[in-house]
């Protein structure tokens, strides 16, 4: 499948682009039009923060040398992206198997990939509600961004795997409700410590 | 070819915005046709309830927002003067005064600051107002409101018919105070009005000095028992001084800041458009709202 065809597929076709894509498995292609999509992402972030020091700190000579270290904050992005992306999809193929008995691990990592693209218009929204003035529709549009890439994700996960969108939430969700446990149980410590202070 | 159309377009999209993400800074925005350099007049809109927390949305005005932009207006050398545009009922005392000290470093700064009485300019956005060289209003503004009021509820009777009971361990005697569930002792009610006096001692001293050689203190006193007037009254009383629009206070403030012809007008923290609708939504129930917060004046 050529590049473009996977990009428009994965923004206005999902559904039956992923199902192609869990077959034919071109995870060089989804991981370099992925990456592209996150430098482009930190590149905006970069511009947005650089834009929002010089206002937030006092000395310019600070706001250059924060400014000096953007490339390292891209970088970082970028990587720990990558890396949650591989332990995710990892998390994702093991809980197929276990829960459903399916498996496609490298479909997963091509699919989970290519739907966290849209992901890279939020920062755009975001940067043309400052310059515009339009926060609330450019907050809108992140929230619309953030819903589109979490559906896109179900149906990722959906169509590699080959099961119903309720068994691909349950997938989803246990990674990050696993992840939350020891929050809210830390909360419930705190909170029946507070009696006692 | 739909495809690559599409696609080209989403590319074309993405390369404009690295490009403006390059060249962005957060002044640009909201600048629409303000020329670079030339002497503006920075407005900065004090509208809603007055709160130390919170945003633009359902009627309060959050200090953080108005802060920035006087902070904003002080700094950029093409702004000689403020204008405060003032649309509020009152709110928190911290609140009026954080933007009070802001207005202070804005007019230390060599900057002359005007206000501009909207519907509603009482309590705590007098406080502000008086904080300003010169304050304008409409005849039937609505001003004054010089005081301090705490209100606190008694829910008492309601939870012994509910059969809710609570049983309070506290570390000291006043820890609960202002409790609603019980009847406040005289002891504490001593304390409160201690704190309210304070504070209204607060807000009679910033009028005073705001105020100075237009009022005497003796006169600010005589009327800051809580009373609302219109702006015609309040300039008769010396707490106004000019009856006039928004466009007047704005040529009041050229004239301060001895700009020759039309001034540029940069508003500087101005809600987008749906922040604004947003907010009328829930304007409406927050009116008088100030008398039910505690602590608000």
């Given at each position: 499948?050529?590049?473009?065809?996977?990009?428009?597929?994965?923004?206005?076709?999902?559904?039956?682009?992923?199902?192609?894509?869990?077959?034919?498995?071109?995870?060089?292609?989804?991981?370099?039009?992925?990456?592209?999509?996150?430098?482009?992402?930190?590149?905006?972030?970069?511009?947005?923060?650089?834009?929002?020091?010089?206002?937030?700190?006092?000395?310019?000579?600070?706001?250059?040398?924060?400014?000096?270290?953007?490339?390292?904050?891209?970088?970082?992005?970028?990587?720990?992206?990558?890396?949650?992306?591989?332990?995710?999809?990892?998390?994702?193929?093991?809980?197929?198997?276990?829960?459903?008995?399916?498996?496609?691990?490298?479909?997963?990592?091509?699919?989970?990939?290519?739907?966290?693209?849209?992901?890279?218009?939020?920062?755009?929204?975001?940067?043309?509600?400052?310059?515009?003035?339009?926060?609330?529709?450019?907050?809108?549009?992140?929230?619309?961004?953030?819903?589109?890439?979490?559906?896109?994700?179900?149906?990722?996960?959906?169509?590699?795997?080959?099961?119903?969108?309720?068994?691909?939430?349950?997938?989803?969700?246990?990674?990050?409700?696993?992840?939350?446990?020891?929050?809210?149980?830390?909360?419930?410590?705190?909170?029946?410590?507070?009696?006692?202070? | 070819?739909?495809?690559?159309?599409?696609?080209?377009?989403?590319?074309?999209?993405?390369?404009?915005?690295?490009?403006?993400?390059?060249?962005?800074?957060?002044?640009?925005?909201?600048?629409?046709?303000?020329?670079?350099?030339?002497?503006?007049?920075?407005?900065?809109?004090?509208?809603?309830?007055?709160?130390?927390?919170?945003?633009?949305?359902?009627?309060?005005?959050?200090?953080?927002?108005?802060?920035?932009?006087?902070?904003?207006?002080?700094?950029?050398?093409?702004?000689?003067?403020?204008?405060?545009?003032?649309?509020?009922?009152?709110?928190?005392?911290?609140?009026?005064?954080?933007?009070?000290?802001?207005?202070?470093?804005?007019?230390?700064?060599?900057?002359?600051?005007?206000?501009?009485?909207?519907?509603?300019?009482?309590?705590?956005?007098?406080?502000?107002?008086?904080?300003?060289?010169?304050?304008?209003?409409?005849?039937?503004?609505?001003?004054?409101?010089?005081?301090?009021?705490?209100?606190?509820?008694?829910?008492?009777?309601?939870?012994?018919?509910?059969?809710?009971?609570?049983?309070?361990?506290?570390?000291?005697?006043?820890?609960?105070?202002?409790?609603?569930?019980?009847?406040i002792t005289p002891e504490e009610r001593q304390i409160l009005e201690d704190l309210v006096g304070d504070v209204y001692q607060q807000f009679l001293e910033q009028v005073e000095t705001g105020r100075k050689g237009k009022i005497k203190p003796e006169e600010v006193r005589a009327l800051a028992d809580g009373r609302v007037m219109t702006g015609k009254q309040a300039q008769k009383s010396g707490l106004v001084?000019?009856?006039?629009?928004?466009?007047?206070?704005?040529?009041?403030?050229?004239?301060?800041?001895?700009?020759?012809?039309?001034?540029?007008?940069?508003?500087?923290?101005?809600?987008?458009?749906?922040?604004?609708?947003?907010?009328?939504?829930?304007?409406?129930?927050?009116?008088?709202?100030?008398?039910?917060?505690?602590?608000?004046?």
């Amino acid at each position: 499948m050529p590049i473009t065809d996977m990009l428009y597929g994965v923004l206005f076709r999902p559904v039956a682009t992923f199902g192609r894509l869990a077959e034919e498995k071109p995870l060089a292609r989804a991981v370099g039009v992925w990456s592209l999509a996150l430098v482009f992402t930190a590149l905006v972030n970069a511009g947005i923060f650089r834009g929002q020091l010089g206002s937030a700190l006092p000395f310019p000579a600070l706001t250059q040398a924060a400014s000096n270290l953007m490339w390292l904050y891209g970088l970082m992005y970028v990587l720990f992206s990558l890396a949650l992306w591989f332990v995710i999809s990892a998390v994702y193929t093991v809980l197929g198997e276990l829960l459903f008995g399916v498996a496609n691990g490298r479909g997963i990592l091509t699919c989970m990939a290519l739907a966290g693209v849209p992901a890279a218009f939020g920062p755009a929204f975001y940067l043309l509600g400052e310059v515009l003035s339009l926060q609330s529709l450019s907050w809108l549009l992140m929230l619309g961004v953030s819903l589109w890439t979490l559906v896109l994700k179900i149906l990722a996960l959906r169509e590699t795997l080959d099961i119903d969108t309720a068994r691909a939430v349950v997938i989803w969700i246990l990674p990050y409700l696993a992840a939350a446990l020891p929050v809210i149980l830390g909360v419930i410590v705190v909170i029946a410590s507070i009696g006692t202070l | 070819m739909k495809q690559k159309l599409v696609t080209g377009i989403v590319i074309i999209f993405c390369l404009g915005v690295l490009v403006l993400a390059a060249r962005w800074t957060p002044s640009d925005a909201g600048k629409g046709k303000i020329k670079v350099g030339q002497p503006a007049i920075g407005v900065v809109k004090v509208e809603g309830v007055l709160m130390s927390s919170g945003g633009t949305y359902g009627g309060t005005a959050g200090t953080a927002d108005i802060m920035q932009a006087l902070q904003e207006a002080r700094k950029r050398e093409d702004i000689k003067a403020v204008l405060l545009r003032i649309d509020s009922p009152g709110g928190s005392a911290v609140a009026a005064q954080e933007v009070g000290e802001e207005i202070d470093r804005v007019r230390a700064a060599g900057k002359p600051v005007v206000a501009s009485m909207g519907d509603v300019a009482a309590s705590g956005g007098y406080w502000i107002a008086a904080s300003c060289d010169e304050i304008y209003a409409n005849p039937a503004t609505t001003t004054g409101s010089i005081g301090v009021i705490t209100e606190l509820l008694n829910v008492q009777g309601l939870f012994e018919k509910l059969g809710i009971r609570s049983e309070v361990i506290k570390s000291g005697p006043y820890k609960d105070m202002g409790s609603m569930n019980r009847e406040i002792t005289p002891e504490e009610r001593q304390i409160l009005e201690d704190l309210v006096g304070d504070v209204y001692q607060q807000f009679l001293e910033q009028v005073e000095t705001g105020r100075k050689g237009k009022i005497k203190p003796e006169e600010v006193r005589a009327l800051a028992d809580g009373r609302v007037m219109t702006g015609k009254q309040a300039q008769k009383s010396g707490l106004v001084d000019t009856m006039g629009n928004y466009y007047d206070a704005l040529d009041r403030a050229r004239e301060l800041a001895h700009i020759e012809g039309e001034p540029q007008v940069v508003e500087l923290n101005s809600a987008d458009p749906l922040t604004r609708l947003l907010s009328r939504f829930s304007a409406s129930s927050l009116v008088n709202n100030n008398t039910r917060v505690p602590m608000a004046y």
